[in-house]
């Protein structure tokens, strides 16, 4: 997945692979500027990137569809919730013109049958008097009140997939964890398949079966969020996981940062471009691409010198 640039292409996306199972959660995880969210938007062409590669929904490859065939999955069975509802919210409009859309558009519904299914669905995920909701403008509702009428609205379609760009971004912490619980929900209930992008570590620990640990556009772990996340082989996973505030940490203890940052445009993307930060690096992580292999328990691993190494052979 590419840009193009002043005087090369931008790689946002390189060589990632992963499933989407149905009433799993997958958590992608990572720094700002690695690329989740256009990983996420790759998914059904929202984005003005060149996408190369397969995206694969019912044996159909999404890579190159049409608008008119990429809009037919858009919302009906591949739906987003994004991170500031503020955003995504039209301001003009109540909440109710904005739900009834979803279903009329994408599920065949009359306006009245439409605005029962609103109500129906505003109450599933837990806002007091969906009735009230429905005739107010997104300004009149809380940050988490918007942030639910989001996955109401995503709900609307009746999707497969259901895809979270950072849901939980400014919501305070009770909150956060309302809003994780009901995504969790919904993915058990409704056997969806989830993919849940974040920053935050407590946040895919909290909610995901699987994580994807994404670094400068590619993959550098992904397994079972349990294993990697207690024993992370990659050195990046562990240099997140460090750098997490801990409150059983002791209070003398400073929180470990991660030197360096996020290589440029023009780096050599024949190397391991978390090499030139990586306390484990050697001559052949700057000048041999680490492949992506398969270490058990459907565990899989980018590194020439992983943590645990002996357990990868």
């Known amino acids: 997945m590419t840009f193009p640039g002043d005087e090369s292409t931008v790689v946002a996306v390189d060589g990632v692979s992963l499933r989407l199972l149905p009433g ?21 062409g929202l984005t003005s990137a060149t996408i190369t590669g397969t995206v694969k929904f019912q044996d159909r490859n999404l890579v190159g569809a049409s608008e008119q065939a990429l809009n037919r999955v858009r919302g009906r069975h591949i739906a987003y919730v994004f991170q500031d509802p503020m955003a995504s919210l039209n301001p003009y409009l109540r909440i109710s013109t904005q739900l009834v859309e979803i279903a009329t558009t994408h599920r065949g519904c009359s306006r ?50 259901l895809i979270a760009d950072e849901p939980t ?6 909150v956060q964890v309302q809003i994780l619980d009901l995504l969790r929900e919904l993915c058990d209930t409704e056997n969806l398949a989830a993919m849940v992008i974040s920053h935050d570590i407590g946040v895919v620990a909290r909610i995901a079966d699987d994580v994807v640990v ?14 990697v996340l207690k024993a ?17 940490r002791p209070s003398d203890q400073e929180i470990a940062g991660i030197p360096g940052q996020l290589p440029g445009p023009d780096v050599d993307r024949g190397q391991c471009l978390f090499s030139a930060r990586c306390p484990r690096a050697a001559d052949i ?29």
């Open 285 to 313: 992580c700057a000048s041999v691409r680490p492949s992506l292999v398969a270490g058990g328990g459907g565990r899989f691993l980018a590194c020439h010198f992983p943590l645990d190494q002996d357990a990868m052979q």
């Open 112 to 161: 009245a049958g439409a605005r029962r299914l609103a109500i129906e669905m505003l109450g599933r995920v837990r806002i007091p008097e969906p009735a009230r909701v429905m005739a107010s403008h997104p300004h009149e509702l809380s940050g988490g009140m918007r942030q639910r009428v989001m996955i109401a609205m995503a709900m609307m379609g009746d999707p497969d997939i």
């Open 169 to 174: 971004t400014a919501l305070d912490a009770t």
């Open 24 to 44: 799993r959660v997958t958590g992608v995880l990572g720094e700002s500027g690695s690329g989740k969210s256009q990983l996420a938007l790759a998914l059904t």
């Open 232 to 248: 992370p082989r990659h050195p990046y996973t562990r240099e997140l996981i460090n750098s997490t505030p801990d409150l059983k």
């Open 214 to 227: 994404m670094y400068a556009g590619r993959c550098a772990e992904r397994g079972p969020v349990s294993a």
